[in-house]
């Protein structure tokens, strides 16, 4: 929805699909950077035709628009930054309001490195698949489990946000094995973002550590001791 000054979207209000209890991250944004976000219902109409599935989809949303954080806003946003492995995922109907669906994902917590968290923590994302309907928004995380990642997180809110994950899904980095070490990509498994990248070379150079070429994928160490660097005290 537009605030009426020039340039500047405000993205504050409910998903429009009616009355779900969740709401969207309040922020000012401009135009020119940001990131479409649409809430839409698939209804997967599964027949028995040649072995055949067909899905009929109908879009029933608007846009919203989310800022696009860099590294160190997301460092600052956060409440809670941990490093957790995806221990289950399961897809269901709002206890609250039965004809959304929400996405409980389980997540094994190996370190916390801002903020406070239990061993387990649960994430509850909005959308999800029951059946043969699947409602889903646009650029949500997807989570399988056995995967390991970064998340930093928002401070958790009554109604809760369709995303607790900081920035939607920006705050979400995934961990991987290469030659033979954890290193951080972004939450698909690219390259991180530049901001990230400059924060890890501040970092580097804080510690006093040896100029020398920056490795092409950072150790999850060496980024975990970024996020803690970059960090409002």
Do not use: H, W
Request: hydrophobic fraction near 45%; glycine fraction near 8%.
């Amino acid at each position: 929805m537009d605030s009426g000054e020039p340039g500047v979207v405000t993205a504050a209000r409910r998903v429009a699909c009616g009355p779900p209890p969740v709401a969207l991250q309040r922020c000012d944004v401009s135009r020119t950077a940001a990131t479409r976000v649409r809430f839409r219902t698939a209804v997967l109409a599964r027949a028995l035709l040649a072995a055949a599935v067909v899905g009929l989809t109908a879009t029933t949303a608007r846009a919203t628009i989310l800022r696009v954080l860099d590294f160190g806003e997301q460092c600052a946003q956060a409440e809670t930054v941990v490093v957790g492995t995806v221990r289950d995922v399961v897809s269901r109907r709002m206890p609250a309001n039965p004809s959304f669906f929400e996405t409980v994902v389980t997540l094994a917590v190996d370190e916390v490195v801002v903020g406070t968290a239990s061993a387990a923590l649960t994430l509850r994302l909005a959308g999800g698949e029951v059946g043969a309907i699947r409602q889903s928004i646009d650029g949500m995380p997807e989570f399988a489990p056995g995967e390991r990642y970064v998340v930093f997180l928002d401070r958790e809110q009554d109604p809760p946000l369709v995303s607790r994950i900081t920035g939607f899904n920006q705050g979400l980095y995934r961990i991987e094995r290469a030659a033979g070490a954890d290193v951080v990509r972004d939450r698909l498994g690219r390259a991180l973002p530049e901001t990230a990248t400059a924060a890890l070379r501040a970092a580097r150079g804080a510690a006093g550590a040896t100029p020398k070429a920056q490795p092409a994928e950072p150790a999850l160490a060496d980024f975990l001791a970024a996020v803690r660097a970059v960090r409002p005290r």
